[in-house]
């Protein structure tokens, strides 16, 4: 049953009313916000102070790191970065012949892997590869990168597409972790998982990929807890929104009307043209409110969660415009965060008319 917002708003406007009247509810409130406060503080605090004192980096002598989706974006940096300073970096790429997969292999410290996640038998041979190539050295991590993005509503993506999706982001992610995990067991070494604000919270249009990074997130949640004990770490980093290679695939109209045209007659036939063009010209807008530019900022946070000698649980991106959204659509009520999801595309709609010379909504 959805909240009546009328109710909600009396009630609000009879405790606004009655507050100094209410003495015990005056007392608790004013008991719990101070111990909320006092409690953040002492761990915002304890957290700064443990970073700055304890944490160092974790050198990279004698040390492997497998990652995977390196043809392009934050993994292609990562193996760049993670290779100039000596580790020796098994980057698994989805084409071993790629433009990014060439660049890698002319660099020093680099082992390109034809590594398609959706594969078993290019993540065992991976494995072998691994371990052939490993010498002295010891498997320190497995950073899993690789993902994927199909962007429209879920009525109009055919059931092959998220299943690709799910094997990519999800399956792909579980299949190299577990075929590694031996190895990182021995070193005592560390999983690493790139996941997504949006594994918190739902958009529209991106649906299929937010379902993944639920999964992810709950994936790294229980793996974590299961290994407590084991001497290995397991990390998961959640970037902000970044331009990236894979994110131009939001507002790829082209793609999208090429899913939502497979679908059956009566499916397509629910939407008229202007609410095609409404969820397809929304969307970038949506994304483009709250992305960041510089990637490095991203593969900082990577590097931290592979490097960092008492790694947190879970890396974000600093804070800003976009973060702030992400935080109050994770916490605030279904319905209050299903009305801000409309507001803004509201908005963006607004934008784009106005920027066409169209003025009607």
């Known amino acids: 049953m959805r909240t009546s917002w009328v109710l909600f708003s009396v009630f609000l406007w009879v405790f606004w009313r009655l507050w100094d009247a209410l003495v015990p509810l005056h007392v608790v409130g004013t008991v719990l916000g101070c111990a909320w406060l006092i409690g953040a503080l002492s761990y915002v605090l304890s957290h700064l102070f443990w970073k700055y004192v304890f944490v160092t980096s974790v050198s990279s002598d004698g040390k492997a790191v497998v990652i995977t989706g390196c043809d392009t974006g934050f993994g292609h940096r990562l193996t760049k970065r993670l290779s100039r300073d000596g580790f020796l970096v098994f980057a698994g790429c989805l084409s071993s012949t790629s433009d990014g997969a060439k660049q890698l292999r002319a660099s020093s410290n680099v082992e390109v892997l034809q590594l398609d996640v959706t594969k078993q038998e290019q993540v065992d041979d991976a494995l072998h590869a691994v371990k052939k190539h490993l010498g002295a050295r010891e498997l320190w991590s497995v950073v899993a990168n690789a993902g994927v993005l199909r962007s429209g509503l879920l ?14 982001n999800v399956f792909g992610v579980l299949r190299v972790t ?9 070193s005592k070494g560390r999983v690493v ?29 229980a793996l974590r807890r299961e290994c407590i004990g084991k001497g290995i770490d397991v990390v998961t980093v959640e970037p902000s929104s970044y331009r990236t290679a894979m994110f131009t695939m939001i507002s790829t109209t082209n793609a ?3 899913e939502f045209e497979k679908q059956p007659a009566e499916v397509v036939a ?14 970038g807008g949506i994304f483009d409110a709250g992305v960041r530019e510089d990637l490095e900022e991203a593969v900082d946070l990577i590097e931290k969660a592979v490097r960092e000698t008492y790694p947190k649980a879970r890396y974000r991106s600093p804070w800003s415009l976009g973060r702030l959204y992400v935080s109050c659509m994770s916490s605030l009520p279904s319905e209050a965060a299903d009305v801000i999801v409309h507001i803004t595309r509201q908005v963006q709609l607004r934008r784009k008319w106005k920027n066409a010379g169209r003025f009607k909504l």
């Open 178 to 186: 577990k075929t590694f995990l031996p190895l990182l067991k021995r």
């Open 155 to 168: 009525e109009w993506l055919s059931m092959d597409t998220i299943v690709d999706v799910f094997d990519v």
């Open 270 to 283: 629910d939407y008229s043209l202007e609410e095609v063009e409404q969820w397809t010209g929304t969307t």
């Open 256 to 258: 999208i009307m090429r």
């Open 193 to 221: 998982t790139v996941a997504s604000p949006l594994g918190h919270f739902t958009l529209p249009m991106l649906a299929s990929y937010c379902m993944t990074k639920h999964a992810t997130v709950s994936m790294m949640d």
